[in-house]
């Protein structure tokens, strides 16, 4: 079955850190980008980071630079984010995606989502 | 960063209507864009990419046009399970910016 199942999403404090995993299964993980997408409770759509295929690539959104960090373990089809110095503004429900083909390209498969909530 | 710019934010139609939602870009993305629907509690569900290539499995009711700067979605012939909201993304660059989203609802 191809999906995409996240987990590791909780509540936590301001100032700590949080790590996010994602189990792919069901098609070649390695062949393709990944990406994390948050969605704050009653907003819009975020895209916060990505990774290559070979995970020699990293991009990331504005808001996150320097404080999240995305990683891959292609020998377990595993995907990660690693949160630190987390602020209110990351509460959110953040997503695994698979990119439709390289890093840069739109998510053509999606994962149910893991709830931040980022309180003191 | 490109800013995508949908409109409108929110549109009421009926069953059966023709609903157009437009995406501008904030520079030229060639036909980088992709539009999603997401319903409420549930995961975005990608409906076109490459602007106008219809992802497999969906509607062909659904249909995207443009280049550039500016892009459409059309869904003609609304059908109830229509009613969601969708956005486009731009994958020309990083980072790859959502627009802000249109709500479609039943009139």
């Known amino acids: 079955q191809v999906q995409l199942v996240e987990s590791g999403g909780g509540v936590v404090q301001p100032g700590r850190s949080l790590r996010l995993s994602c189990a792919a299964s069901?098609?070649?993980?390695?062949?393709?980008?990944m990406h994390w997408v948050r969605q704050a409770p009653g907003k819009g759509l975020e895209w916060v980071a990505v990774?290559?295929?070979?995970?020699?690539?990293?991009y990331y959104g504005d808001s996150v630079k320097g404080r999240f960090s995305i990683s891959r373990d292609n020998s377990k089809s595993m995907l990660y984010l690693q949160m630190d110095s987390l602020i209110a503004e990351d509460t959110a429900v953040y997503y695994c995606?698979?990119?439709?083909?390289?890093?840069?390209?739109?998510?053509?498969?999606w994962g149910q989502g893991t709830l931040v909530t980022v309180s003191s | 960063d490109i800013q995508m710019t949908q409109s409108p934010s929110s549109v009421s139609a009926s069953v059966g209507d023709r609903v157009t939602i437009s995406c501008r870009a904030s520079?030229?993305?060639?036909?980088?864009l992709a539009w999603y629907q997401q319903k409420p509690g549930k995961p975005p569900k990608l409906l076109i990419f490459?602007?106008?290539i219809l992802q497999s499995g969906v509607p062909s009711r659904f249909s995207g046009s443009g280049s550039g700067t500016d892009f459409t979605l059309t869904i003609s012939g609304l059908q109830p399970e229509d009613f969601a909201t969708y956005y486009c993304?731009?994958?020309?660059?990083?980072?790859?910016?959502f627009g802000q989203g249109t709500k479609l609802e039943i009139k």
């Open positions: 993304q731009q994958a020309n660059s990083f980072p790859h910016t």
């Open positions: 520079q030229g993305i060639s036909s980088w």
């Open positions: 995606a698979k990119g439709r083909t390289s890093t840069t390209s739109c998510s053509d498969l």
């Open positions: 990774i290559s295929y070979d995970g020699s690539d990293t």
């Open positions: 069901g098609f070649t993980f390695i062949s393709y980008g």
């Open positions: 490459a602007a106008s």
